[in-house]
């Protein structure tokens, strides 16, 4: 499979572009609106090639947001677009006033534990429907099913919805990106390699430089009788297992700690945040503690020197998580959901899930297109596994939901954007620590300073 990077954006800019021409603004010039939005580095499609290089033919989506407000409401609109690299690093920026965002796009515990501050504005959000007022109508029409309902479930201290405080953006797991010459399926199929004692796992590993990522791999090697005891057949499985996944107390804190010293003095080349994604590429080591969309770009990036990576989800369970939009108490509300409403276009949803390759939280008729145009087996010859994706996509278009996906490829880039149902369920959401957190840190600190 060669790589997914397409030129999508030739294919859907047309219906943007018609709105107003492009032009360029001076530095000089007054606006009548600021909006400002503090994301995930290289999160959005940004308009430029696949070297880095502005395309000029080929606008990025803040520049056609500006476009098209302009257009609706008569009134110049300047987007100041800031990045950051951590949601630690998005929260102190916040608490320390050094900067006052309109939106922001945090992980899901960090949504929880913002919103539970009062740090947060709420969307229009009404729970008993599970929709969104007209202002964000792209995301009520085109959210994916599968996510409504799974984070619609999900509450916070005051009784809410994540949703009123949050509108999804890309979501994913985490697993493991391997090297296939190096490990079978089987050897990364669970959370206990990262405590084999075999030398053929000696430092193959990297582990994220994130406490609350490698905590989870923690936890189900911590707790994994316990786990293993549970019965998936229930109808509270889920909740069971997100119980074990999300403890913190001291006795926990303390074999985590524990665990993570052992896999550090064994298993583990190293920490890192976003440099393992193109460390596996060079085979650093063979081995990457990854979320889904670093995988795929990991993968995606290989395969230009011909080098094949897969993606397991441990069997276990995992980590399911999800970024969303935000709004800091003080934000532009009005204008923060227009933005938001525009980007949750399949049209524009398109353009930055090609760009980034993290997997949209929009559905709709583009992103299926765009979807079978990267994975859609056409070769007769070619065995293949007929996929139904209707869990994720129903509702959102007319047709069959389903791709026919080659069986050589299973277990790679679209196994990584699309878990299957099966393995959805063995997933958890990340909860705050809560009054936790500052153990945990302090374990975090002590597991890296150990040799």
Not at 73 to 90: A, P
Not at 105 to 110: I, R, T
Not at 394 to 402: I, L, N, P, R, S
Request: charge should be negative; include cysteine; glycine fraction near 6%.
């Amino acid at each position: 499979m060669s790589t997914k990077k397409l030129n999508l954006t030739r294919k859907v800019l047309p219906f943007f572009l018609a709105l107003a021409p492009i032009s360029l603004t001076s530095c000089g010039e007054n606006y009548d609106v600021v909006l400002t939005v503090y994301n995930w580095e290289d999160y959005i499609y940004d308009g430029t090639d696949e070297m880095g290089n502005i395309d000029e033919e080929n606008p990025g989506v803040v520049e056609l947001f500006e476009e098209y407000y302009q257009e609706k409401t008569g009134k110049k609109i300047k987007v100041d677009y800031e990045t950051f690299s951590t949601n630690e690093e998005m929260y102190q920026q916040i608490k320390l006033n050094s900067i006052a965002p309109d939106l922001i796009c945090p992980s899901d515990y960090m949504i929880q534990k913002m919103a539970n501050e009062g740090l947060l504005e709420e969307f229009s959000y009404n729970e008993a429907s599970n929709t969104y007022g007209e202002s964000l109508d792209n995301w009520s029409t085109n959210g994916s099913p599968f996510l409504k309902d799974r984070f619609a479930n999900e509450k916070l201290n005051n009784g809410k919805s994540f949703l009123s405080y949050a509108v999804p953006y890309f979501w994913g797991t985490m697993g493991f990106t391997y090297d296939p010459e190096y490990f079978d399926p089987e050897e990364v199929s669970t959370w206990e390699c990262l405590w084999n004692s075999d030398s053929h796992y000696k430092k193959q590993f990297s582990l994220k430089d994130s406490m609350r990522d490698t905590y989870v791999a923690a936890i189900f090697h911590v707790y994994k009788d316990e786990i293993a005891a549970l019965d998936e057949s229930a109808d509270d499985y889920n909740s069971q297992l997100s119980a074990i996944f999300n403890r913190c107390d001291a006795q926990t804190i303390a074999k985590v700690k524990e665990a993570l010293i052992e896999a550090k003095r064994s298993t583990v080349y190293g920490f890192e945040v976003d440099e393992g994604k193109d460390d596996i590429v060079r085979g650093n080591y063979h081995a990457n503690l990854a979320w889904s969309g670093d995988s795929v770009y990991s993968m995606d990036s290989a395969e230009e020197s011909n080098k094949f990576l897969n993606y397991s989800l441990p069997e276990e369970g995992s980590n399911i998580w999800f970024d969303g939009w935000c709004m800091p108490k003080g934000a532009n509300k009005e204008v923060a959901e227009e933005f938001v409403n525009f980007i949750s276009s399949p049209e524009i949803a398109a353009l930055s899930m090609d760009a980034v390759g993290y997997t949209s939280s929009i559905a709709g008729q583009e992103i299926w297109d765009l979807v079978k145009e990267w994975y859609e087996e056409t070769d007769s010859s070619v065995e293949v596994d007929v996929v139904d994706l209707s869990y994720f996509f129903e509702g959102t278009f007319d047709g069959a939901k389903t791709i026919k996906v080659s069986k050589e490829e299973r277990g790679r880039q679209f196994d990584a954007q699309y878990p299957s149902v099966e393995q959805i369920k063995k997933c958890c959401i990340m909860k705050d620590f809560g009054d936790q957190t500052s153990a945990v840190e302090d374990m975090w600190q002590e597991v890296g300073q150990t040799n």
